[in-house]
């Protein structure tokens, strides 16, 4: 197959041209289907397969480069899916998104449903990079935030401080928007995060999305009453959503007849959750209803790692990502996704991270009751501020009060 680069850059658009479409406050007469993702879809466990199928190949290259950059070496082969990633880029850079360094490429699935799985995208250098260097720049007015969601930073503060959470605010905005249709401003967006299913970089959905008999794999592990824990959450939260709606006048306004919890049923809001747990971006030094924040480029099309430095920044009035490395045309972009151990990545994001350095283990060490020390060795614990059973976090490295504990055990 020949060699080819889809170019995106518009250089000769009028200024009316770049205008953002208004979103339809009237519904589509025509309702699509409320997932996000669009059904629960099971990824079957992955066979064995030679080396060469697992490769994480692009087949296509989207670019979003500037027209004086310089150009990377020659992009991936295009593939007959190119339309998909198109829209995506064409919807970015018509609603105002300045040319940047990176392009959207695709990877296949490794362990895709009979080949009915389509590649995933991801952001990738569109040319050369250093470390320091802007890879792209998002204007805020492309950001979904709870305050373009709620219309009053108020109200956004005083629903999130109570009950519910930003992520069921936002996974319920863009709920309404998909029922929308193509009269949504967000519509090339919501179908990019429908193809992505919530699925992280090992294109592997979270546990809270995973079927009874393959959490069965997590017993024995606390990663299973984890899950537990946080699907009753969802579900509390669920249970709240009818007050939101009524609470924030813009819902209401937009969605007058569209209660929640009888436009969406609990699985659709609970898959809605997870895509947006998946990609949101948790912004620094910003009021409380940008501090979470759903960015066109970010996550889940971004590459998670635990010991990289680049973060999506807010910059005047726009989000910023300043790369901490060289790359090579081609590579994947990688980001920060905060000290969280690999418990959390897996709930959060469905991957784990083999050089985690805040991965933990929780190990307890208690004394033996019938150590005929026993009552001694409770006392000179007691003496120095420890209990007779005391827990550990326990990481790369061991921490010293775990030696001192075990050797009296």
């Not at 299913?197 to 009453?225: C, F, I, K």
């Not at 007779?388 to 921490?399: D, E, N, T």
């Amino acid at each position: 197959m020949a060699q080819s680069r889809l170019s995106l850059i518009h250089t000769n658009r009028s200024p009316e041209s770049r205008a953002p479409p208004m979103a339809s406050p009237a519904l589509s007469g025509t309702h699509h289907r409320l997932l996000l993702p669009c059904f629960l879809r099971r990824l079957p466990r992955p066979r064995s397969r030679s080396c060469s199928r697992l490769r994480l190949d692009a087949c296509h290259a989207d670019t979003l480069l500037s027209s004086s950059g310089a150009q990377g070496p020659p992009g991936p082969a295009a593939c007959s899916s190119a339309s998909s990633a198109g829209g995506f880029s064409d919807w970015l850079l018509t609603n105002g998104l300045p040319p940047g360094k990176v392009a959207i490429l695709e990877r296949p699935v490794p362990c895709s449903r009979g080949g009915k799985d389509r590649p995933l995208h991801f952001v990738a250098a569109g040319q050369d990079l250093e470390a320091g260097d802007v890879a792209f720049e998002v204007p805020m007015s492309l950001v979904v935030t709870l305050e373009r969601v709620l219309g009053d930073e108020s109200v956004a503060e005083l629903l999130t401080t109570n009950k519910l959470s930003e992520l069921a605010c936002l996974a319920l905005y863009l709920m309404y928007e998909k029922k929308q249709g193509r009269d949504s401003l967000w519509y090339p967006y919501i179908k990019e995060l429908d193809r992505q299913r919530g699925r992280g970089q090992l294109a592997v959905e979270s546990p809270l999305l995973w079927t009874e008999s393959e959490l069965d794999y997590l017993n024995g592990s606390p990663m299973r009453d984890e899950v537990v824990v946080r699907d009753e959450g969802i579900r509390r939260e669920y249970n709240e959503l009818d007050t939101l709606w009524f609470m924030a006048g813009s819902l209401f306004k937009q969605y007058p007849f569209d209660v929640p919890t009888e436009a969406f049923p609990f699985e659709i809001f609970k898959q809605a959750f997870v895509a947006v747990q998946s990609c949101v971006v948790h912004l620094q030094k910003v009021s409380l209803a940008r501090r979470f924040a759903l960015v066109p480029l970010g996550p889940p099309l971004l590459t998670y790692k635990s010991n990289c430095k680049a973060m999506l920044t807010a910059v005047d009035g726009s989000v910023r990502l300043l790369v901490d490395r060289p790359y090579k045309a081609g590579e994947p972009i990688i980001v920060w996704c905060g000290p969280q151990p690999n418990s959390r990545l897996l709930l959060n994001y469905g991957f784990v991270d083999e050089d985690n350095p805040y991965d933990r283990i929780a190990i307890e060490a208690s004394l033996n009751t019938e150590d005929p020390q026993y009552q001694e060795k409770r006392m000179v614990a007691q003496r120095n501020g420890k209990l007779a059973i005391q827990k550990f976090q326990v990481g790369l490295s061991i921490p010293f009060s775990y030696l001192v504990e075990s050797r009296m055990c």
